[in-house]
């Protein structure tokens, strides 16, 4: 087969010369032929969801000529970017703006928690039958288990999940070996202790000695029954990983978060989101590819502006830039890929409670590092913020971006244990202008 030569600069230049384009346009279509060069398999993702339903109308994306009943309390402050504005409830992460990347046009067509969760984190839309959107995503890995499952392993878990399970964080069919090792405990709290990494001075030894001749039988008993089934297998691995985490210090010590300063910590915020986004980036720092931090109680269904100016999002404000200016002042932004993203938005009308319902037709997230060009607002939706009007954004676009901004085809298909075909992004077009 041969080989295509490869497009320069005074290729482009020629043939954007021919087809009439601009310097400006000749520009961009180098940058994003760059892009699709790039290696990108080195670099990580921390992805922070949002649990219950970010309002992009109070946050990114607010409305200041509508009705009071739509607009609601906040108002448009300037960011560190010229022409972009935010809330005034999130005054911290204007000043990063440049940092960041808007996706106002985020879309989709279930406004159930579960289904929003399952398409959000795996993009494949939650099919009938017997969905649990809380435990088992049996209808499609989410992207964690994905990037577990393409990438190479290392000495931390290649997907890890705090402070607990994510819902529709499963691996489905890919089998437990590439599920989230989930911390299941809170950063921020004074007693808190990572399960199944560490054991009692007293017993250590033993029970190590004890799990590993466990294992080495698990192992037998694989070559001595003939026909072993894909569960065991995963199982094995699974328990092989764990084994592996208690019996290395460096492991075990890059899950102590007591290391970090205490001025550092306090950067962050003293509180279950800034402590988990700290402890995500010593995560990736320590090789973990992928880190998911669930953030919750965000379902402002009533008291929606109390919550979010006394409750919410003082934590969020602080922890957000916190993160991206620690990655960035130790190198690691360019190479961490930063997801904040929900299931869904809220509804431009308040309702009789002070509170907003769920609305997925319309909401926005946000991304940042790993290459993304900062500093930009991409798509948008109608005065009352209720539509997209420009450059529609769907789940499954998000996780085809996400998969190429960590060098992982988006294309590829896995394949279940009987053989049939799935698609990673089920279809989903990658947001190439994150990156040009």
């Known amino acids: 087969m041969t080989q295509q030569p490869k497009t320069n600069r005074r290729d482009f230049i020629r043939m954007g010369s021919i087809a009439g384009l601009g310097m400006a346009d000749i520009m961009r279509m180098q940058q994003l032929c760059a892009s699709e060069d790039q290696d990108r398999s080195d670099i990580n993702c921390i992805f922070l969801f949002i649990v219950g339903g970010m309002p992009h109308q109070d946050m990114w994306d607010l409305k200041p000529e509508a009705p009071s009943e739509i607009r609601g309390d906040f108002k448009k ?4 970017v010229p022409g972009i504005q935010l809330s005034d409830v999130i ?7 440049d940092k960041m990347a808007i996706l106002r046009s985020m879309t989709h067509d279930d406004s159930d928690h579960g289904r929003g969760f399952h398409v959000m984190m795996s993009g494949k839309k939650a099919g ?34 705090l ?3 994510l819902n529709s964080g499963g691996p489905s069919f890919l089998g437990p070996a590439h599920g989230p090792f989930v911390i299941d405990s809170d950063p921020a709290a004074p007693d808190f202790s990572v399960r199944d990494i560490a054991l009692p001075t007293s017993v250590a030894t033993r029970r190590g000695q004890l799990r590993h001749l466990a294992l080495r039988q698990i192992n037998q008993f694989e070559q001595d029954v003939e026909r072993v089934g894909q569960q065991v297998k995963s199982f094995d691995t699974f328990y092989n990983k764990a084994y592996n985490l208690m019996a290395s210090k460096e ?15 306090e950067s962050y915020g003293m509180t ?11 995560m990736v720092e320590g090789g973990s590819r992928f880190v998911a931090v669930e953030n919750g109680h965000w379902d402002t269904h009533r008291k929606h ?34 997801v904040v993203t929900t299931e869904f938005g809220r509804t431009p009308r308040i309702n009789d409670l ?64 009987l053989g049939r075909p799935v698609p990673t992004a089920d279809g989903g077009n990658i947001v190439r202008e994150l990156f040009a």
Request: charged share 20%; with cysteine.
């Open 128 to 161: 009938a039958g017997d969905f649990n959107g809380d435990q088992n995503n049996n209808q499609h890995p989410c992207i964690g288990s994905m990037v577990s499952h393409m990438g190479e392993p290392g000495l931390l878990p290649p997907y890890i999940s």
């Open 163 to 165: 402070p607990n399970f």
């Open 305 to 338: 502006t109390y919550s979010l100016k006394e409750l919410l999002c003082p934590a969020f404000d602080q922890a957000i830039p916190a993160l991206l200016n620690d990655l960035e002042q130790r190198g690691m932004l360019e190479k961490t890929l930063v």
């Open 77 to 80: 402050i300037s960011t560190n």
């Open 91 to 97: 005054p911290q992460c204007a000043t990063v703006m």
């Open 272 to 282: 279950s989101i800034g402590q988990c986004c700290l402890l995500a980036r010593r």
């Open 354 to 417: 002070a509170g907003r319902d769920h609305w997925p037709n319309a909401f926005s997230i946000v991304m940042a590092g790993g290459g993304v060009q900062g500093g930009q607002v991409i798509g948008a939706t109608d005065k009352q913020g209720a539509e997209v009007t420009d450059r529609p954004i769907t789940p499954q676009d998000m996780v085809a971006t996400v998969l190429y901004g960590l060098g992982i085809d988006h294309k590829k298909v896995l394949h279940t244990p």
């Open 251 to 265: 492991a075990r010590e890059a899950f102590d978060i007591g290391k970090e300063p205490e001025a550092l910590r």
